[in-house]
């Protein structure tokens, strides 16, 4: 077992300065709280955490993390708190050890192969700080190396979430070291027969090869020396699970795996590496196609060197992998560089730019790095950008967006579940469907056959499946609904005209007009006359003598002159279509700058109101007929509004509000002054503006003349009884 003081040894090897005390605080905590308890090996539980500290020691990681791995278990299998760990430690430690303990305690379904993908991500997701996945990977290590003592069953079972899971995250953040022992373990405990032969078989094979690569390296060490490169050619040292997994995908035994020669040439700056590779490919004959360099273009995981191919060694093809010494160190160690201590702690920040080139390169991180934590929460956060795994109740991983809610959730699992999703229980526990999901949470969605989607659903739904599907309900529903508006409209236009409505239900007849009127589709031409882009006045024109018509049209034209007109542009957009026919409501006369509502109305497209239009909760009963509007900010026209002024009844008092308001370019259209006690009046204008902006500087002006007592805005269905001027 290692011992405390080894543990210390190893830290000051590195790290001369280190808070050793810190360290031994950490030890005799541990060894008081693990008390008792023993591993399935017979030893001490201590001895766990020890060896995962050593581990974490040989990453060369910092004290923080060091002491975080010794009290890697307390809180979870101990009666230890956090905020225990965090009085005794402090707050980075407790942190730390917090983010273990939520992994660790997480249960993770079967980790099916489409699964695991995303259990690493949420791990990953899950954590605040790097650190916690290089101490768990050092708890996973130790284990893996002492999994001997546990039953078959239980070998199986972890060796695979080991490889499912752990080895990957190990390769994305580029610790080889840790990767190859750990799919080493792997293969040990998944396919002992395989393991044992070629384990059985490599040393021999090994040997070989470095007999070949001194042969090798003889032959290139003259060239080298003439340009002044020193280099140091090695033979690759080859895990046993990618020669495994090398063997299964060519279907070959172990000799032709080792068929190539498998050279690493160390070099001092990465420019020789390139002047190493010249020499390589005069020397022997490159196979095309088979060079890369991943010095200019590094791998995702920060691995770089040229790798190339060449032909032959006595018959054997010659793998060259060129790189520097750290290259070499970020190969091995990946990501922990990072966290490795340094020995100059007041590093310039040209050399912390230097040192963090590679993933700023990579991941076009634009802020400035200050401290290495935050860079590398940045990384997290860039590796996977702003999603977040739920559970299913049966244990699936659902990837979100972040700020997902249930409906974002049903509509992933099923779009009809997400049309139906009436309620919803996060960790057992009732919500609201608006309600914001974390990682981690596993979610129950309702369902109720009365429910259907809601527009309101989109000011929530995050993930663009789910608004989509939310789009394309409403948007069918109220194609329906315009099918029906369509031909209500038709038919009340028919009865105008004294035309027998019944040919309307005689389907083949009906069909036929339609027809003549160059149309095919029978519900695509309602929708459009509900819509009101075509006119139903088509379709009678076609059903009356040409004589009859023009009649009945002039007298329906000398009745539609009394009503109001709306002016034909109105500047709304209409989410989802062009050119539906559009009218803002008379009873509010909504502007530019106004809140708006608008529905499909039973006789005439959409009509829209200004938010607190008191007809709005009459008009608002269907939610199916609520269609989404907004102002048009190309369209800049006058719109008539009403405004009401309270004045002191005196002389030129009307000739004061009329110059305020033409002060301010706005037309005035109708007026009416009428007496209200016997020093006052009320006048009521109607005036022409383009937008909110303009009108309330209007308000404001008119509020500022001395006769006034007050002003507003009227809106609503009171028709004032204005008079023209
Ligand atoms: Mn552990």
Known sequence: MLRCEDLIDKVLAYNPQAEVSMLRRAYVFSAKVHKGQTRMSGELYLSHPLEVAGILADLRLDVPAITAGILHDTVEDTDTTTEEISRYFGEEVALLVDGLTKISTM?????????AENIRKMIIAMVHDIRVILIKLADRLHNMRTLEYL???KQIRIAQETLDIYTPIAHRLGISIIQHELEDLCLKYLHPNRYGD?????????????????????????????????????????????????????????ERVYDVIRVRLITERSIDCYTALGLIHNLWKPVPGK????????????YQSLHTLVMGHKGHPIKFEIMTEAMLRQWERGITTRWMYK????ESLEQKTERFAWLRNLLQWQKELLDSREFLTSVKEDLFPDVIYCFTPKGEVRELLKGSTPIDFAFNIHTEIGQKAFSC?????QVALDYVLHNGDTVEIGTSEEQTPKREWLRFAKTP?????????????????????????????????RVDTAMLDDETAFQELIHKLGHHDREKFLENVGYGKLTPLLAVEKLLPAREFRRLKKKDEKQRKKEPQESPEVGIQVSGADDIFVHLASCCSPIPGDRIIAFIGNKRGVSVHEIDCPLVPELDVNPERRIEVTWDPETQISRPVRVRVQVMDKPGVLADICSAITAHEANIGKTQVSAVGEKTARCDFEIEVRDRAQLDEILLAIGKTETVISVERVKGIERSKLSTA
Do not use: C
Request: glycine share 4%.
């Open 291 to 302: 060079f890369e360099d991943f010095i200019g273009v590094a791998r995702t995981n920060q």
């Open 107 to 115: 249960r993770f379904p079967s980790a099916e192969d489409r699964q």
């Open 465 to 497: 499946k789910a608004r989509a599907r939310i789009k394309e309900w409403l948007r069918a529903k109220e194609k329906e609904r315009s099918i029906e508006v369509g031909l209500a409209i038709l038919k009340s236009t028919f009865e105008k005209y």
């Open 343 to 346: 020995k100059s702690p007041r």
């Open 425 to 429: 229980r996060v960790n057992g526990r």
């Open 151 to 153: 039953s078959r069953s």
């Open 198 to 254: 070629i384990a059985a078989k490599n040393p021999e094979k090994q040997q070989e090869q470095e007999r070949h690569v001194r042969e090798i390296a003889a032959l290139l060490e003259d060239k080298l020396k003439e340009f002044g490169i020193r280099a140091n050619p090695m033979a690759l040292p080859s895990n046993l699970y990618s020669i495994y997994k090398k063997m299964v995908s060519r279907q070959a035994p172990i």
